[in-house]
């Protein structure tokens, strides 16, 4: 492993994250250091810089968690002081007294490290009057405010993109999968060729929880956002088509793995099994059909209505092939109920 790993990402912030971070601190310097001018405003600086987050409930919460651990760790430290004096023992008994108060108070881990923290910079500095752990407070709250306050002005984040991005990274995935069953099922498949298809059918489930986590993250970048308006209502739509697709996962990859499990060469002389093989084109296509609202320019399709029309009827099969032909029949009767969902209450 690569030392770089250990501080390095894959993926760097958005510049515009950088820049309402440097904002948020100067401002946060200044205005403070203009209302409390006797001391450096350092707690205003770190505040911003900690509260300057992705989204602004983000920011808020940062906020809150970087407000208590000041006040507790600024009180810890006035209190050690005004009762033995400042001594450079005093210092490490506070860091103590901070970390075991906020565990018996189960303060969260940023919470917990800045109270040690506020509590050592307050008496490291050299001051621990009444006034001036008041001023080191009011100095946080300046700082944590401003960088709320700089999220919200300076164009909040509004994580829709991604989530539609992903959201159509699946469906054409789930489309592809289905599609590349039809063909397994439409000519004998060596072991490596259906091995492929049941690795290429699980990759769906990471697919799928990508998805839906971006939908919480984009959900979370509206809360507390001016913009929220405004894209609402795609996200909304977004969970819906992603909520739709989740079960549909669940069956294309529970039918490649029974292809896989159940193959024998004489499959092929079944007569439903090129019916199925249809069925699973059609289904590719109305999940393309279902997922071109979310796609800003997509491709002309052959058909703008619903290719799974009607239930399959199907004859009975061998007795060697009756588990996998009725796994594959139930499967597809629910992907089928799954799609058609929005077209069957439309028709009542």
């Known amino acids: 492993m690569k030392l770089t790993r250990r501080f390095q990402t894959t993926k760097r912030s958005p510049l515009l994250q950088v820049v309402k971070t440097s904002v948020a601190a100067v401002l946060a310097w200044v205005i403070a250091g203009l209302i409390l ?3 450096l405003p350092i707690f205003a600086a770190i505040a911003s810089l900690l509260v300057v987050q992705p989204s602004v409930n983000q920011s808020f919460g940062k906020a809150i968690e970087r407000s208590v651990g000041v006040i507790s760790g600024v009180v810890i430290a006035s209190l ?44 490291a500095l050299g001051a621990s009057s009444p006034e001036y752990a008041l001023y ?32 159509i990274l699946l469906g054409n995935e789930l489309a592809a999968t289905l599609e590349r069953l039809s063909a397994a099922l439409s000519e004998p498949q060596s072991a490596a060729d259906r091995e492929r298809l049941m690795i290429e059918a699980r ?50 990859i529970g039918m490649t793995r029974a292809f896989r499990d159940h193959y024998d060469e004489g499959l092929y002389r079944e007569p439903t099994l090129g019916a ?11 999940l393309r059909l279902i997922m071109r609202p979310s796609i800003a320019d997509p ?49 009542v």
């Open 37 to 39: 001018p006797a001391e």
């Open 80 to 123: 050690l002081s005004l009762v033995l004096g400042q001594y450079s023992w005093v210092i490490m008994l506070a860091i103590i007294v901070a970390v075991l108060l906020s565990w018996a108070l189960r303060m969260t881990t940023g919470t917990s490290n800045q109270v040690a923290i506020s509590a050592m910079l307050v008496l």
């Open 136 to 167: 080191r407070i009011v100095e946080t709250l300046i700082g944590a405010a401003l960088g709320i306050i700089v999220n919200m002005v300076i164009v909040p984040p509004v994580l829709v993109a991604p989530v539609r991005e992903n959201v």
């Open 203 to 252: 990759l769906l489930r990471p697919m799928k929880d990508a998805a839906v986590t971006s939908i919480e993250e984009g959900e979370e970048s509206l809360s507390l956002n001016p913009r929220r308006s405004a894209h609402r209502e795609q996200l909304e739509e977004l969970r819906e088509v992603t909520d739709r697709f989740g079960p549909v996962v669940t069956r294309v």
């Open 276 to 286: 199925i093989a249809d069925q699973l084109n059609r289904a590719a296509h109305d």
């Open 299 to 347: 491709e002309p399709m052959t058909s703008e209505f619903p290719a799974l029309t009607a239930p399959l009827q199907v004859k009975p099969p061998q007795s060697t092939h009756w588990v996998l032909i009725g796994s594959l029949m139930e499967d597809l009767r629910r992907i089928r109920e799954e799609l058609l969902i929005e077209s069957d209450e439309d028709a």
